[in-house]
């Protein structure tokens, strides 16, 4: 990340600013909005897996929809600036999880690959933090986990994803540590 931080392809804004557009207010209202989504999440009929063990994908189309309303729940527009990118952000849950020792079982590995790409690969013009925690949430809902961080451990772990203090691999602990399970 320090790297992607000092490249030319990086605005200054960009990482001068990533730490001051994730405030609290906004963090309470995308917490709110996505319990409220928790439950039509987990029953909608977009998910299907082949394999008995394989983890449920979030869909990109159903994950679109619930960021453009919390943007608009927010009064802001949401601007995808690039759709490829945000592509393959949702295919490295499938690749961690094809690539990975299917014994390890890396669930919240996954859900770590999912919000840090998000942050990295910076599909949207605006709310790329906020995004990641709504992936990730979405996709811990759809394996019958629930995040219970408070907020502002919530906002400090995801500020340290997009600062780079925070890698895939302690942001998977972080989540690990953060979540219970959902009966089904």
């Not at 039509?40 to 453009?68: A, G």
């Not at 790409?117 to 990730?136: C, E, Q, T, V």
């Not at 219970?148 to 995801?158: G, H, L, P, T």
């Amino acid at each position: 990340m320090e790297r992607f931080l000092q490249s030319t392809y990086t605005s200054t804004r960009f990482a001068e600013r990533s730490g001051k557009l994730y405030n609290s207010q906004k963090l309470e209202t995308l917490c709110e909005l996505a319990r409220q989504l928790n439950k039509v999440i987990t029953n909608h009929k977009n998910y299907f897996t082949k394999c008995t063990n394989e983890p449920k994908y979030v869909d990109v189309d159903v994950f679109l929809d619930r960021h453009e309303k919390i943007m608009e729940g927010l009064g802001q527009k949401q601007h995808l600036m690039n759709v490829e990118l945000l592509d393959s952000t949702f295919y490295r849950p499938k690749w961690i999880f094809y690539y990975s020792d299917i014994s390890s079982a890396p669930l919240f590995k996954m859900a770590a690959g999912l919000g840090e790409s998000i942050i990295i690969n910076h599909p949207f013009l605006d709310g790329n933090k906020r995004a990641a925690h709504l992936a990730i949430s979405m996709f811990l809902s759809l394996n019958n986990y629930q995040l219970v961080a408070d907020e502002d451990s919530a906002m400090k772990i995801i500020q340290g994803v997009a600062t780079g203090d925070i890698r895939a691999d302690k942001l998977e602990h972080l989540i690990a540590r953060n979540v219970e399970k959902i009966d089904e």
